[in-house]
């Protein structure tokens, strides 16, 4: 008990130590709070509109999955006519400045009497209350697509987010029709304070022939020859790559991460930037990130020279800083320029060039609120070279005074902590068991919670019977209290019995392979070296050495294109290999593509990971040498000769499917398309192409579930494109920054593509044969959707969980992925929809998928 109260104040200060030391960088991926609509915190004064349709449907009712007892519980604005000219709006005010990442809408259902919601709305919004400026995504699109019934919420995405006090929900309609709205505004407090940048509009590069653009794309204010009165890239929370010639945003044009200019344009040599901020603030730090790939011409800034205002007047001293040239690494960085604790509601920062150009990707503020007389201090430095301790000046403000009670308060519990563990130290001795026999302790644990659990429910059996005769793979090691992802598992009365013991089965053949949070492309089911189960002639041929075709290849042949991700092994890139197709035997050598150099997805182990890890690297690489299939992304070469290890794998030229399919629909997206447009769109990429791009994907795995193989992850972003359509099974989407909204994390300890996991995956940690047809059946939908949406997007993480719960109970309430527009009755009645059976034994296996599908297409 001791330990667990420790643990949890513990966490609690941790928490506050994070929210202090990040209280001024926003994070778009963590900012996604409700601001109080749906809780209250937001009160009825704060809440207005343009009209109302009644009195019990007032603006104060407009708010996300509320109920205001007389049946109407939404905003409805009154009929108006075009010839008033006006607009209707829902306006909240948030009291303050907030960085908005995410809106939610809900029509009016009235408990069945009503049906009136915003199939589409607009976006307005005001930091001060009286300028207001559309919000417009970064292709310049202003309208949001919202709801498509009275009763379900539809959440989306502010790309980019924004930055506001005000907020106008706006419905898109005919004049002539009645809407109702209840809204949510997600985010969180945007603490920086800032409420406008002044800086010189960015310039345009042409990089070998390209046009490479560094404007501020998305600034809200006024545009001339400097943009003023208003934020943009600088404060949207995105930082830019290392190469500026691609992007974090898919789609975007070279450049679009970052602000840049060029020297030969300012003859002082130095790019001035103005900041204006809420009130006067006390400020310690700036946080400034800068592109340094000086092989282009690009570095950061060689000096910065910041003025200070509180009055009418800039103060006569400046704050310099200089943070020193870097000649080594090309990664771009944040460079924190320290401001002496100077007060001021106004910055003004020269940036002197250290090169042709300079780039910028976002700006951040470290003050606290402070009262000070306006008046000149002579206490301030003029200068902050490095090594250099500023005199901070005197503050009324508590931040030092917290700062010293946190440090206090860290050091009891620190004390009480090494008291506890010293009391405890025998259980180190447990530490110290190996990790496979602590995996196979766990196994045999959930075996028990499996057989408990099928005494209660006798219709699982036929399933739990399967699970004995074929091996799964565990997202991580399972215990018999599992009660992961979700609450879900605790509103399950069936769960919470207490089962009697029953006979231990015997032993089954477990996955002993250690789990990473990264999604390997397929995991060999083999048995420890103390099991008893009989290894079969797949997994001996398998494990019986690396492939005598693989060669070590020579590091000085690759180059770095850019980073695809970051998993638990290491880093994975995406590199050029020089001479490759040469290097290759004749088995390996990849057909239709006598490029050079070629184009190698390249997965290194960090150069820390400790042995067991290294071990695994090595298992995988093992594994992957033996396969041969069209349809499976190959291992074409290693470099294990020296630190760090690499293996190095085939890339598609046309990267992976989602993007793909993505890029197709982008090509004809539009507003308002006419009938010839939609025809125009489905040409492009044909049903059989669409059905001929799946039945790749089945033969692919059909070829793994001949070996027993589970992949756990399938979905179209690890499903790589080649040309003629030619699709093969990778694993790089958990690795990659773009796909991270597809994975639900659990408590820091796992990340779950849950809206492609089966509902036994889910509730029972279950990985099968066919949890991977399941999720192919989420794939096919995506690729017959042409990736439009994610699969369930009108669900949250907590209610895609809940709908596992309904499979579960199988009383008729779940909820299906609906039938594409375009797909095949057939396809979806007889394929798609028999993937998701409740039953996992009804579920078809990859050699039926395939040959229906090859059978469609004839």
């Known amino acids: 008990m001791e330990v667990k109260e420790v643990k949890l104040v513990a966490h609690h200060v941790f928490v506050v130590l994070l929210a202090a030391s990040v209280r001024t960088q926003v994070n778009p991926e963590m900012c996604r709070y409700p601001l109080g609509m749906t809780g209250g915190q937001i009160q009825d004064e704060d809440i207005s509109a343009s009209s109302q349709y009644s009195e019990s449907t007032a603006a104060r009712f407009g708010r996300l999955d509320f109920d205001n007892g007389d049946g109407d519980g939404a905003w409805c604005p009154g009929v108006t006519s075009e010839a008033d000219g006006l607009k209707d709006f829902l306006q909240v005010d948030l009291r303050s400045l907030h960085f908005i990442t995410l809106v939610g809408t809900q029509g009016r259902h009235a408990d069945g009497m009503g049906n009136e919601f915003a199939q589409r709305y607009r976006i307005q919004y005001s930091r001060g209350g009286s300028d207001w400026v559309d919000w417009r995504d970064r292709k310049g699109r202003q309208v949001i697509e919202g709801n498509r019934n009275a009763y379900e919420a539809v959440l989306k995405d502010l790309e980019p987010p924004l930055i506001a006090r005000f907020v106008r929900f706006m419905p898109v309609t005919d004049h002539s029709m009645i809407v109702c709205m209840r809204v949510e505004l997600y985010g969180c407090e945007w603490l920086d304070g800032l409420t406008s940048y002044s800086i010189p509009d960015g310039h345009q590069m042409i990089y070998r022939g390209r046009d490479v653009y560094f404007n501020d794309s998305v600034y809200d204010g006024a545009s001339a020859e400097r943009l003023t009165q208003g934020l943009g890239q600088l404060t949207d929370g995105t930082w830019g790559l290392d190469d500026f010639l691609h992007s974090q945003i898919y789609g975007m044009w070279p450049g679009y991460d970052y602000v840049g200019w060029n020297n030969r344009s300012f003859p002082k040599g130095y790019v001035e930037m103005i900041f204006e901020f809420d009130h006067v603030r006390n400020f310690t730090s700036m946080k400034v990130y800068c592109n340094n790939m000086y092989s282009r011409g690009v570095r950061l800034f060689r000096q910065a020279t910041c003025y200070f205002r509180s009055g009418p007047d800039w103060e006569a001293d400046p704050v310099v800083f200089r943070p020193g040239a870097d000649h080594v690494s090309q990664a771009a960085r944040f460079v924190t320029v320290p401001l002496g604790d100077r007060t001021a509601s106004s910055i003004k920062c020269r940036f002197h060039f250290g090169d042709l150009w300079m780039l910028l990707s976002e700006l951040a503020f470290q003050s606290g609120s402070a009262v000070y007389n306006t008046s000149r201090n002579k206490g301030h430095p003029t200068s902050l070279l490095p090594g250099y301790d500023p005199t901070h000046k005197l503050d009324d403000s508590n931040t030092r005074i917290l700062i010293g009670c946190l440090v206090a308060v860290i050091a009891i519990l620190l004390a009480i902590i090494v008291i506890i563990l010293w009391r405890q130290v025998w259980q180190k001795m447990l530490e110290k068991a190996s990790r496979r026999m602590l995996d196979d302790e766990l196994t045999a644990r959930l075996a028990d919670q499996t057989r408990a659990f099928s005494f209660h429910h006798s219709s699982l059996s036929s399933e739990e019977g399967s699970a004995s005769t074929s091996t799964y793979e565990r997202i991580f090691p399972l215990c018999a209290d599992y009660q992961e992802p979700s609450r879900l598992i605790r509103k399950l009365p069936e769960f919470a019995q207490s089962a009697e013991p029953v006979e231990k089965p015997e032993a089954a053949c477990s996955d002993n392979a250690p789990h990473y949070a990264e999604a390997d492309i397929i995991s060999l089911q083999e048995s420890s070296e103390s099991s008893t189960c009989p290894v079969t002639a797949v997994n001996i041929s398998l494990f019986a050495g690396t492939d005598s075709s693989l060669k070590e290849f020579p590091r000085n042949k690759l180059t770095f294109k850019e980073k695809l991700g970051e998993g ?194 889910i509730l029972l940690g279950k990985f099968t044969m066919a949890s991977d047809v399941w999720a192919f059946g989420v794939t096919l939908w995506e690729i017959l959707t042409l990736c439009k949406e994610q699969p369930y997007s009108q669900l949250s993480d907590e209610q ?47 050699q039926d998928i395939h040959t229906q599908l090859v059978e469609s297409l004839a």
């Open 800 to 846: 895609v969980i809940e709908n596992t719960g309904e499979f579960f109970r199988d009383q008729g309430k779940q909820v299906y992925l609906p039938k594409p527009p375009y797909c095949p009755d057939k396809v979806y009645s007889d394929l798609m929809l028999s993937c998701w059976r409740r039953n996992a034994k009804q579920r078809p296996s990859f």
């Open 568 to 761: 638990q092994f290491g880093e994975v890139h995406l590199c050029e290999a020089e001479d490759m197709q040469d290097f290759l035997n004749e088995d390996l050598c990849i057909e239709g593509n006598n490029m050079s150099p070629l184009l190698v997805a390249v997965k290194t182990l960090r150069e820390d990971a400790n042995k067991n890890a290294r071990n695994d690297f090595l298992k995988e690489i093992r594994i992957m040498s033996r396969l041969r299939d069209p349809n499976i992304v190959r291992l074409l070469a290693v470099c294990v000769d020296s630190d760090p290890l690499c293996m190095i794998t085939e890339y598609m030229e046309n990267g992976d499917l989602n993007q793909f399919l993505c890029n197709l629909r982008l090509r004809q997206a539009a507003e308002d398309r006419t009938e010839w447009e939609e025809k125009e769109e489905r040409s492009m990429v044909c049903d059989r192409k669409l059905i001929g791009m799946a039945a790749q994907i089945a033969s692919g795995m059909k070829y793994l579930s001949s070996l027993n193989f589970v992949h756990r992850d399938l979905a179209t972003r690890n499903c790589l494109v080649g040309k003629n359509y030619t699709i093969k099974i990778a694993d790089f989407g958990m690795s990659r920054n773009l796909y991270r909204g597809d994975y639900y994390r659990i408590q820091g300890r796992a990340v779950l593509p849950i809206r492609w996991m089966s509902w036994e995956s």
